[in-house]
């Protein structure tokens, strides 16, 4: 990332409340594939949250080629819209982490439409089969 990039946030998105708190929404149409948004992430071993509130809010990390495994179980709380993506158990929006846009590498979490989405949706993402089964519930 050069001084001076910005990260992406789609014009379309808002944060509304919804029957889980608060979600993140849009009044346009989205086309699949459009990148949603780009959000800077902190990275932390799991057992420093896991009795925090905010062990409901992390991602887990899979360390990638490029990168050096730190060793046990890491995760990351995203910023931005990140950690306000509610579950839909067939979600419209999907993420990754590590993104090159450019040609300036950015180590952020990138969210996509999965599918068109119409104007009033709310934007959902999977939280994955072990995010429930470490809260002893079965993914809806």
């Known amino acids: 990332m050069q001084p001076g990039d910005s990260l992406f946030v789609h014009p379309g998105l808002k944060v509304r409340p919804c029957e889980w708190g608060y979600g993140v929404f849009t009044d346009e149409a989205i ?16 057992q ?6 905010l062990s409901d809010y992390v991602f887990n990390i899979e360390w990638g080629p490029h990168e050096e495994d730190r060793g046990g179980e890491w995760v990351a709380l995203v910023f ?40 009033g949706e709310q934007l959902c993402i999977s939280y994955g089969e072990n995010w429930w089964n470490t809260r002893g519930q079965e993914m809806p």
């Not at 594939?33 to 799991?46: D, Q, R, S």
């Not at 420093?48 to 509130?53: A, E, G, I, K």
């Open 80 to 119: 931005g819209f990140g950690s306000i993506y509610n579950h839909a158990p067939e979600p419209n929006v999907s993420y990754y982490r590590g993104y090159q846009r450019g040609h300036a590498p950015k180590d952020v979490f990138t969210f996509y439409a999965l599918r068109d989405i119409e104007p």
């Open 48 to 53: 420093t949250l896991r009795t925090s509130p």
């Open 31 to 46: 086309p699949e594939g459009t990148i949603l948004e780009e959000c800077h992430y902190l990275k932390a071993p799991f």
